[in-house]
């Protein structure tokens, strides 16, 4: 089991920045991807990023440039800096963490926390 706390969430203005955080624990040893994705209303669930163990990251075109995952493996927290934020990134923002056990893979989400951008 993991489980997920995401915090940083908040209003801010257009072209302002925030940095989300979501502390994993549990049987965080068999964490491999960790992800951010975010929900408008009436809108799918959809990808902002991602990082694997080693690193490896992958954006939403969406965000490249403006948006940075990155992961502390020794503090078990996944981060998300988030600049030059637009109206459009209103949304709720999730946490991801794909768990390995046994060679069965399993996937839990954090809580949510919402992220509003004002024109």
């Known amino acids: 089991q993991v489980q997920l706390v995401e915090s940083g969430g908040g209003l801010v203005q257009a072209g302002g920045s925030l940095r989300l955080s979501c502390a994993a624990s549990g049987s965080i040893f068999s964490i491999n991807a960790m992800g951010w994705y975010r929900q408008a209303p009436g809108k799918q669930r959809d990808m902002v990023a991602t990082i694997t163990r080693g690193g490896n990251t992958n954006y939403a075109d969406s965000v490249k440039g403006r948006f940075t995952i990155s992961r502390d493996n020794a503090k078990n927290t996944l981060y998300l800096q988030m600049n030059s934020l637009k109206p459009e990134d209103t949304a709720v923002y999730y946490c991801?963490?794909?768990?390995?056990?046994?060679?069965?893979?399993?996937?839990?989400w954090g809580q949510g926390t919402q992220v509003t951008v004002s024109s």
């Open positions: 991801k963490a794909e768990h390995e056990v046994a060679g069965m893979l399993y996937y839990y």
